[in-house]
């Protein structure tokens, strides 16, 4: 069985704070893909990344970065230099093949920026 | 990447009643798949809509209640059967793209029955 576990509920942070999400995932699968996802006030979902399992580089795209980390079955997303608009409910989700790649959702942190 | 599309982006509906949802990617895709959100949670699967065959149904859902279409590769309908207020919940539409394993959700349909 896979699972996600997003610990964090909801964070608080001032503008120009770096922020990063956990999350943690479960899984015996050894072909696995890691997202993360946006989800602002107007409700849509926003891919953010995708990552597999053969692939542990970081990444990092503008402010945003993750790290992807097999040995602690962890891959967190660090926002740096918050914005307002970052404001919004971020997601972190599994897929492995056996489940037809259907995704497996944590449940999600809630993210406040205030100025 | 992929555009997908929803139609009605809302509705309020009596008890009792059936909503059918529809999903439109722009591009042919692998797999679609419908979730259900419900106020303030997080996102659970409902079914893999298989194209040509009967979808593929989560623990805790049925065809009866939930039944799927997928008549080709861009399009799948959801239909929420004998609604009640528990089914009052955000549903989206979600698209596999084989080449990168990227998956995209529509903009959602939010449902309120009364």
């Known amino acids: 069985a896979q699972k996600v576990t997003q610990a964090q509920t909801e964070i608080s942070v001032v503008e120009k704070e770096d922020v990063t999400l956990d999350c943690v995932y479960e899984?015996?699968?050894?072909?696995?893909?890691l997202f993360w996802y946006k989800q602002p006030p107007s409700g849509e979902l926003v891919f953010l990344i995708r990552r597999n399992s053969f692939d542990e580089q970081n990444e990092i795209s503008g402010r945003y970065s993750w790290n992807f980390q097999k040995s602690t079955s962890s891959f967190n997303f660090t926002i740096t230099a918050s914005q307002v608009v970052d404001s919004a409910v971020y997601f972190c989700a599994l897929s492995v093949t056996d489940s037809g790649y259907a995704l497996n959702f944590g449940k999600g942190t809630s993210l406040l920026v205030t100025p | 990447s992929a555009v997908i599309s929803q139609k009605p982006s809302r509705d309020i509906c009596q008890r009792g009643t059936s909503l059918t949802i529809q999903c439109q990617v722009d591009s042919q895709v692998t797999m679609m798949f419908w979730y259900r959100q419900q106020p303030g949670q997080s996102l659970t699967l409902i079914a893999t809509?298989?194209?040509?065959?009967?979808?593929?149904?989560e623990s805790g859902f049925v065809i009866d209640k939930f039944p799927i279409s997928r008549p080709n590769l861009t399009f799948s309908t959801l239909t929420v059967s004998n609604m009640s207020p528990e089914d009052s919940s955000i549903y989206l539409c979600?698209?596999?793209?084989?080449?990168?394993?990227?998956?995209?959700f529509g903009p959602g349909t939010r449902l309120t029955v009364l």
């Open positions: 809509a298989n194209q040509g065959s009967e979808a593929t149904y």
């Open positions: 979600s698209a596999r793209t084989s080449a990168y394993n990227e998956q995209f």
């Open positions: 899984t015996r699968d050894t072909t696995y893909y």
